[in-house]
């Protein structure tokens, strides 16, 4: 299960052949993606995309765009070479309405008799669990920036990142909410204020116990249904020299 930036015929080829399911958020139709080069109607719709994918440009491939797709040399596709001009791919395209009147299109291979375009809606938004925990580990971890530029240093900085991040999420799901009956909001605990808990256990080799009963203190309130626009910006290392300044 993936979001947008996830769509590639390289993914989904790799996927097929593992006999893996998957649910992608492609983009819109009307964009510069996958889907732009199909006539697609511009309201749901519940289809299959069946292509034949290649590198060539004949008379038979350049006038039978309903057959053939034309990958470019930059786009990356792992089972096309010397011995293979041609491969075959098939999946799912599913285009649901949301409730402020936008669309969202989704790739898959699931059937379409086990998983109709509602309980599919409903497959992509459990993905909401990968977002908050990717955001917690870009945001609440750090793992937004990162001091090193060469790769076996950020690849060692990822990696420190993701234990404390894993550790931190196992320790808190252990954690008991203590509340009292008539609260307006169900409560969780605040994971950012845990995480600088965890550090200081980690770093000054705490007590397990004051370690659990001090997150159970830090809650904060779980309010459904809220929606921010996102803000993509480029990132790059942060130095330690700015420590000097």
């Known amino acids: 299960m993936a979001d947008r930036g996830y769509e590639s015929f390289n993914t989904f080829a790799h996927l097929i052949r593992k006999g893996m399911y998957f649910v992608i958020h492609m983009k819109e139709i009307n964009s510069n993606g996958i889907l732009s080069a199909y006539d697609l109607p511009d309201s749901e719709f519940d289809t299959h995309i069946r292509t034949t994918l290649t590198r060539r440009h004949t008379k038979e491939t350049l006038w039978n765009p309903k057959t053939y797709t034309i990958l470019q040399p930059s786009t990356d596709f792992d089972f096309l070479d010397e011995n293979c001009m041609y491969y075959d791919i098939e999946f799912r395209i599913v285009r649901i309405r949301l409730d402020n009147g936008t669309y969202i299109c989704i790739a898959t291979n699931l059937s379409e008799e086990k998983f109709p375009l509602e309980e599919t809606n409903k497959l992509y938004r459990m993905r909401w669990s990968e977002e908050t925990s990717f955001r917690e580990l870009k945001y609440t971890i750090g793992l937004i920036n990162w001091h090193s530029s060469k790769y076996d240093g950020i690849l060692q900085e990822s990696n420190a990142r993701m234990i404390l991040y894993n550790f931190c999420e196992l320790v808190t799901s252990h954690a008991v909410v ?28 705490g007590n397990e116990t004051e370690t659990m009963l001090l997150i159970q203190k830090y809650l904060t309130p779980v309010r459904y249904n809220r929606k921010y626009p996102i803000h993509l910006r480029p990132k790059r290392n942060r130095d330690f020299m700015y420590r000097i300044a």
Request: aromatic residues 14%; proline residues 0%.
């Open 178 to 205: 203590k509340t009292s009956k008539n609260t307006k909001h169900v409560y969780k605990i605040n994971f950012a204020i845990a995480v600088n808990i965890y550090r200081a256990y980690l770093k000054h080799d």
